[in-house]
């Protein structure tokens, strides 16, 4: 299940939501565990290395027991994409027992499944799966990269006998899983945890929708967030739209007419977004426009500002109508809910 999370924010700090997906076989993650945390006392805990041979983000998970949760949950901050490399099944003399886990990035490794060319295979089967999921290369049959199938990419079984495939002394059979880990392509970055802000997060939230929740008044989150969103409190919230592109989704519904116009005039500078929506009246909009003018927004560019804001025909002043009218605008507008690379929707 994914969890809300609260981030207190400073301007220079990127931390951007990605989803991560439950193992389906969650049974079998949490008889893996048991076993796993029989030989943490044999196994400790190393030092992360990337491919270059750089320092990587935390401890390694040698096994179950360790940081690769935690490691995923760093990483899909980072929105890096990643592989879970999990020793499924074992036979006979192996190098490392069922439940051992890594995880591999394009350039990094956090942990090891024994070393040796099971290793070295089951890594480079996984940053092929990066490939293929994220189209930076070479597919299967030179079939070009499909946008909508990146999205659907497959857990995947590899079944290794260390002894005639990979020459390894060990002798035995080991069954790996790879599983991917794709940050979502679209985002949500949402200002305002007013009683409208609250209702637009309660509907998009059940939708499974990519939403970071912004707003410099820590008091105004509620205590249980939905699952999904991440809740950011800092007192820059215009440092949030430096990271945006053309995926990000952004909606200006703060507690302030200042703090509004200072958020769609940096958004609109950057113009890098897919949509931009400002809650309020036409007559916002006018007073908003000629401001911006004045700083040398150009006519062209004041066009993307969606302003009022919802699909027209739903009069209600409530919060949950006006909640309901943004987010069918949102959807007409091409946020869509995240497809999770094997997993779960």
């Not at 935690?70 to 879970?84: G, H, N, Q």
């Amino acid at each position: 299940m994914l969890v809300g999370r609260r981030v207190v924010a400073t301007a220079h700090r990127d931390r951007r939501p990605l989803y991560i997906h439950t193992n389906e076989n969650a049974s079998q993650h949490d008889h893996e565990n048991r076993d796993a945390q029989k030989s943490s006392a044999i196994h400790p805990p190393t030092t992360s290395t990337s491919a270059a041979g750089r320092p990587g983000i935390g401890p390694v998970m040698t096994d179950i027991s360790h940081r690769w949760l935690a490691t995923l949950a760093e990483l899909r901050d980072r929105r890096v994409p990643c592989v879970l490399i999990t020793i499924a099944e074992t036979r006979g003399s192996v190098p490392r027992e069922a439940g051992t886990k890594m995880v591999v990035t394009a350039d990094e490794q956090f942990g090891t499944i024994g070393g040796g060319n099971l290793e070295a295979d089951a890594v480079a089967q996984a940053r092929q799966r990066l490939t293929e999921a994220l189209g930076t290369g070479p597919r299967p049959n030179d079939v070009p990269p499909d946008p909508v199938h990146q999205a659907s990419l497959d857990n995947r079984l590899v079944r290794y006998a260390l002894g005639p495939s990979l020459a390894q002394c060990c002798g035995g059979v080991v069954t790996v899983l790879l599983e991917p880990f794709l940050p979502p392509r679209q985002r949500l970055l949402l200002f305002g945890a007013g009683h409208v802000g609250r209702a637009v997060v309660e509907v998009l939230a059940g939708l499974g929708i990519a939403l970071r929740w912004i707003d410099p008044r820590a008091e105004q989150f509620p205590d249980r967030l939905p699952d999904g969103v991440e809740a950011v409190h800092t007192r820059a919230p215009e440092a949030e739209l430096r990271t945006s592109d053309a995926d990000t989704y952004i909606l200006v519904i703060s507690h302030s007419h200042d703090l509004d116009y200072r958020l769609v005039e940096t958004a609109l500078q950057h113009s890098r977004f897919a949509y931009l929506g400002l809650i309020g009246s036409a007559s916002k909009r006018t007073r908003f426009e000629k401001r911006l003018r004045s700083v040398g927004i150009a006519p062209d560019t004041l066009t993307r500002l969606t302003c009022p804001i919802g699909i027209p025909g739903i009069p209600g002043k409530h919060p949950r109508e006006i909640a309901i009218a943004v987010a069918a605008q949102l959807l007409a507008e091409g946020l869509t809910r995240e497809r999770i690379v094997g997993g779960q929707q």
